[in-house]
């Protein structure tokens, strides 16, 4: 008799998540929906610009979608120190460890067409504070196709890379 770990091993990342992990807001990424007046798209695939006019999007091309409420573990080692032999210099990353049944993914399809491009998702993180509300603490942005799967610690994570900036 054989058993399917696999599915085993995503109800016991969820459960981490859920226990030790963060309130994170997830926007997923999208084209900008605007149509101009001749009846071209707000992003323009020959040029790789967004119509810098866009009432919708305002020159990002990308809009984001209604938040979906996820938990994540956030791993902030930006601001590590690396010895070099005649000072140093600061390097590192900032990381979201996810459940791996979440379908982020940067290259996206505007439809059947060949039109794709890179969307970048927005993650908000939230912390409590001295009242127990939710609030703001910092917007990352998707910055690398995340790696899948990871085990850490014994459990399958969805790690994804994330920046400060868009």
Not at 76 to 81: A, C, I, L, P, W
Request: with cysteine; charged share 25%.
């Amino acid at each position: 008799m054989f058993f399917d770990l696999y599915p085993v091993s995503h109800m016991v990342a969820d459960s981490a998540l859920l226990m030790g992990g963060s309130n994170i807001l997830w926007y997923r990424a999208e084209f900008c929906p605007y149509i101009r007046e001749d009846g071209r798209p707000c992003f323009d695939e020959k040029s790789g610009n967004a119509y810098i006019e866009c009432p919708v999007c305002v020159g990002k091309g990308t809009v984001w979608g209604q938040p979906r409420s996820i938990r994540g573990v956030y791993t902030d080692k930006s601001n590590e120190f690396i010895p070099d032999g005649m000072g140093g210099f600061m390097k590192g990353r900032k990381t979201l460890s996810l459940s791996p049944n979440l379908p982020i993914k940067l290259l996206k399809h505007r439809d059947e067409k060949v039109a794709r491009r890179l969307l970048r998702d927005k993650f908000i993180l939230l912390e409590r504070d001295c009242h127990g509300r939710m609030k703001h603490k910092e917007t990352v942005f998707a910055a690398a196709d995340p790696v899948k799967p990871t085990i850490n610690s014994g459990t399958i994570y969805l790690i994804l890379e994330v920046e400060t900036n868009l």
